[in-house]
């Protein structure tokens, strides 16, 4: 089978220098998202809609900052970035997104170029959306270069971004495992359905350099089946049919859901990983109860 979103191809882009973070609040301090649907926000946390500037794509990104939960602007809590799939956007991190903020953490979850509202080129026009260049390996790559800016919008903020996770789906599984094994300041990462290679994002070798903590969720029935599989052992990840507990972890589900589609096979999920995340980064509160 061929892998969803995979075109083949090898090699990694390079972090480049951080970008510069435009910010805007929202009324009321809830952001709307690329579906024009408010995300549930928990009680104590409120959020605020961004702009960042993708030097290395070109593209100026959308993305939703939540607030912890008991943590004012301007004071350093942990936090986590959130790399949602390929043709979806961040309203998909909805769910985690507000238990992570629950749990006094600082969370980013950003629509990579060409996706949801993060069709803009840097003067404000429109660039295209992501078929537009969905051929192109750079585009994607480039993706991973803005890396230090979605960095920089949290720090804006007051997020300690020496004290990151990275959680992501799909493509942005790829670009999680990638960031985990490359930036020291990525203590966890998660991966939802991860391939061997989308768009030219290969997951192998990271795999392999990880030394941190590093959870790998996917299903028997993906369209690539073996990579989950196989990144989870390269990786030395154990298999887990209960709670997701341990350093290095691997879930495979039955049936073929793929991504963020996960939490429709687990409803669990969200809770399961908000509660794995945080356990593994200091200054979190991971047993705050989910309203």
Known sequence: MIA????????????VAMA?????????????????KSPPVPAGVRTEDVDIRGEASGFLLRGTVWFPAGVAEGRKAPAVILL????????????????????????????????????RGLDGRRKGKWKDFASNQAFWKNFYADMPAVKAALAAKGADVGNLA??????????????????????????LSPGRNYRGIE???????????????????????????????LAGCAKSEGDLRGEKVFRQYPGSRHGTDLFEEDPRLPELLAEWITARLKGANPGAEAK
């Open 203 to 233: 997951t192998y070798g990271p795999a392999a350099r990880i030394r941190k903590p590093l959870l790998v969720a996917c299903s028997k029935g993906d369209d690539d089946p073996d990579a989950g599989p196989r990144i989870a052992e």
């Open 166 to 191: 990275v959680c992501g789906a799909s493509i942005g599984a790829n670009w999680a495992m990638v960031m985990c094994a490359d930036d020291p300041d990525i203590k966890a990462a998660v991966a």
């Open 20 to 36: 510069a973070v435009l910010a805007f609040s929202t009324a009321l301090g809830c952001s709307q998202d690329a579906g024009g």
């Open 84 to 119: 949602h799939m390929m043709n979806h956007d961040r309203s998909t991190w909805r769910d985690l997104a507000g238990r992570l903020a629950e749990r006094g953490v600082w969370v980013l979850a950003c629509d990579a170029p060409g996706h949801g509202e993060s069709t």
């Open 4 to 15: 969803r979103d995979s075109l083949g191809g090898s090699g990694r882009h390079p972090m």
